[in-house]
């Protein structure tokens, strides 16, 4: 079983480019994703680039689909997103999934 490019949890980076600027607020066009956002940045200025980092919370993989915690929840193709850190607490505690390569081990009782 291959690793998903990303996995709820992962800590990943979005593109971000300024459309334009109305007093200290900018509208935003993420990268993979069709919708326009705004945000409060007093120094951007139309075509800057901003690299916005947040938490995976939902992976479609059938669709290529991501949704990131920025800007509230965004989402965009997976392919449009930079990992930034892997949740690692998965590789060292173990999978629910079945046929997973390190299987989550079963409780214990306490006491």
Not at 95 to 111: A, I
Request: charged share 30%; proline share 7%; aromatic share 0%.
């Amino acid at each position: 079983m291959t690793r998903p490019a990303v996995e709820i949890g992962d800590r990943v980076a979005v593109i971000a480019t300024v459309v334009e600027r109305v007093n200290d607020r900018v509208t935003l066009k993420l990268d993979g994703d069709g919708h326009s956002y705004s945000m409060a940045e007093p120094n951007a200025k139309a075509g800057d680039k901003l690299r916005l980092e947040g938490e995976v919370v939902h992976v479609d993989e059938d669709l290529g689909r991501t949704t990131v915690q920025v800007l509230g929840r965004v989402t965009v193709d997976t392919r449009s997103v930079e990992m930034v850190t892997r949740r690692c607490d998965l590789d060292h505690i173990g999978s629910n999934v079945p046929g997973h390569p390190r299987p989550r081990t079963p409780p214990t009782p306490h006491g």
